[in-house]
């Protein structure tokens, strides 16, 4: 009987000291990922970056959110003397995290897939977790209505096209039936390619050619 109170009591000590010598779990990190609720309304007309990024930075107040500057992940061709800008360079360098706590990537490579060996691993962005602000699910495929399309104009590496041709809506401002937005499946799943951020594009500007191409005019917002 002492012997087997003996065993107990060491048993017990090692189970303390490997308790006490665990390192502390990683507090929870601020949200600085979602996919917008709601768009603008408007079909691709976000007002251009701007707007956008108000919208992206609304959303995130109004969800509760510590952090102060949003920036909506969109490219832009160059026109009107002005350069083009890359999705990726407004986005800050990461990690982000969801509504929920899931890092998304832990910086702008791991993102996008910069190597081979990152691109291969592929980022965190899935149905289950590219949640909006509100920590809630967006529909995708398989789901009626279907609302994986989200509004990007950017190529596979966040960077915009540079072909003359028209992938965002006249630069976020236009809501015309004519013209395209580049977009992404947030659920990777789809006919094409399952990129998270350059599948097809859009097959017009307007809210109702958003939401036949299977969408509804969402964005990424990421805090910097």
């Known amino acids: 009987m002492k012997l087997t109170l003996s065993v107990i009591g060491i048993a017990g000590l090692s189970a303390v000291s490997a308790l006490a010598q665990a390192p502390p779990a990683a507090p929870p990190q601020p949200m600085s990922f979602f996919v917008s609720s709601a768009g ?30 949003w920036h909506a992940y969109l490219s832009t061709s160059a026109a009107d003397g002005k350069p083009a800008v890359n999705a990726r360079d407004r986005i800050g360098a990461g990690p982000w995290y969801n509504a929920k706590n899931a890092r998304i990537a832990k910086d702008l490579a791991d993102l996008h897939g910069d190597t081979l060996e990152l691109a291969r691993q592929g980022n965190n962005i899935s149905k289950a977790t590219a949640l909006s602000e509100k ?43 004519t013209g395209t937005a580049q977009l992404g499946h947030h659920d990777r799943t789809g006919g094409g390619s399952v990129s998270w951020n350059s599948t097809h594009p859009s097959r017009g500007c307007s809210q109702e050619n958003l939401i036949s191409t299977g969408g509804n005019g969402y964005l990424y917002c990421f805090a910097q």
């Open 40 to 69: 603008s309304g408007k079909g691709a007309d976000l007002g251009g970056l701007a707007g956008a990024d108000a919208l992206c930075q609304k959303m995130a107040a109004a969800a509760g959110s510590t952090k102060t500057t």
């Open 135 to 177: 920590g809630e699910t967006i529909k995708g495929f398989g789901d009626t209505p279907n609302q994986h399309d989200i509004l990007t104009g950017s190529q596979p590496d966040g960077r915009a096209y540079t072909d003359g041709k028209d992938h965002t809506c006249n630069n976020w401002t236009s809501s015309a039936t």
